[in-house]
């Protein structure tokens, strides 16, 4: 159960590390939004406008945003491309149009915020910056991916565990009135040719979990170096492993 509630742990922690590590600065070249090993870099010069909340939240925010729940995907009569990057409801927010995208922000002093915007966009930008989203590391990079973007992603790891509490939950169903000695194997004949206890079966769900676990961090690493039909092709495989094994443990306790 404590391997199966690993992705919960680790959605928990992240949304968590998010709402934990927000936080916004402005220097003479750009707004920028920091939270969980990402930065998110908005060139003064690209803000088309910015609106000071009462703005209707349409959206709900769902369970899987907990802890931050104000850190997800908008929606706002007018506007499009709303991006959550807040504390605080939209209703209370500021809200920063680049054209391209809207983004929520909930600084704790908002006219202290739009002033000092104000005054670093007069004095105009030291260096030029482009817009971009920058990872510090590996792991924001993916997690976001299969937070945000990757529906793909999260369906076969989601199958993949599913999968190993199928098999685990089969067995466990099962045990208590299986026989102590097993067939495994039988010949040509029809004889049972290798005869192992009952036990031996959790070898099945044990290499369904390792299937997991192991696939499932190569595919992370995999997705880390922007190669995602590798990452999908090691979580799907794992997928057809257990596959397999819960068919042959299905088979083996008949």
Not at 4 to 24: G, K, N, Q, V
Request: charged share 15%.
């Amino acid at each position: 159960l404590f391997c199966l509630s690993l992705p919960l742990l680790a959605h928990l922690a992240y949304r968590t590390w998010s709402i934990f590590t927000l936080e916004y600065w402005v220097d003479r070249n750009a707004l920028t939004i920091s939270w969980a090993g990402i930065r998110q870099i908005v060139p003064l010069h690209t803000i088309k406008r910015i609106i000071d909340g009462e703005v209707q939240d349409l959206s709900h925010s769902r369970w899987s945003h907990w802890p931050a729940s104000h850190m997800r995907v908008g929606r706002a009569m007018g506007l499009l491309n709303l991006q959550m990057l807040a504390t605080q409801p939209l209703s209370a927010c500021l809200l920063i149009d680049t054209g391209n995208e809207i983004l929520a922000l909930s600084p704790e002093h908002k006219e202290d915020f739009l002033d000092v915007i104000q005054e670093r966009f007069e004095l105009g930008p030291a260096i030029s910056v482009r817009p971009a989203r920058e990872y510090t590391g590996a792991l924001p990079r993916v997690w976001w991916m299969l937070n945000n973007q990757d529906t793909v992603g999260k369906l076969l790891m989601f199958a993949g565990g599913l999968g190993v509490f199928a098999l685990f939950g089969l067995l466990m169903i099962r045990f208590p009135n299986l026989p102590s000695d097993l067939v495994m194997r039988y010949n040509a004949d029809g004889s049972p040719e290798v005869i192992r206890s009952k036990s031996a079966l959790f070898l099945l769900p044990l290499m369904g979990l390792m299937t997991w676990v192991v696939n499932g961090l190569w595919g992370v690493w995999m997705a880390a170096r922007k190669q995602p039909i590798g990452a999908y092709l090691l979580w799907g495989g794992a997928v057809v492993v257990q596959l397999f094994a819960l068919l042959a443990l299905a088979g083996l306790m008949i």
